[in-house]
């Protein structure tokens, strides 16, 4: 809201960074609040934001049901069979990799080695 009537007048609003989704782990709510504290982030970076946390929990849970159960499993044929939470946790963290590049958070680039093309930065 701007008092005044002067043109000259600078108002800063303050920003409040958007609220993390009531579904996310306390974990990943913490790193919900310390990105939008840091980063200006428009709603479409926000979605990329929600799937990347999403992504990092369903790893996760992957991680601990392969902790609980194991590699592998033997089938009603007595073969050995790779568990689907190993797919589930390759199939997240490739997911994960994904949208945090997408989302460009880096404030500089790597130092050294081949890098794929860059995305359209969101830092302005």
Excluded at 32 to 40: G, H, N, P, S, V
Excluded at 107 to 118: V, W
Aim: charge should be neutral; aromatic fraction near 6%; hydrophobic fraction near 35%.
């Amino acid at each position: 809201m701007v008092t005044g009537s002067s043109p000259d007048i600078n108002v800063s609003a303050t920003v409040r960074a958007p609220k993390a989704p009531a579904h996310l782990s306390k974990a990943s709510q913490d790193w919900w609040a310390e990105i939008t504290r840091e980063y200006e982030l428009e709603s479409h970076h926000l979605r990329l934001l929600q799937a990347a946390c999403e992504s990092w929990e369903r790893m996760q849970a992957a991680r601990a049901a392969i902790g609980k159960h194991g590699l592998t499993f033997t089938d009603a044929q007595g073969c050995p069979k790779a568990r689907p939470e190993i797919a589930i946790e390759r199939d997240a963290k490739i997911g994960f990799a994904r949208l945090i590049r997408e989302l460009d958070l880096d404030f500089e680039p790597p130092a050294e080695g081949r890098r794929p093309p860059s995305i359209r930065s969101n830092r302005g």
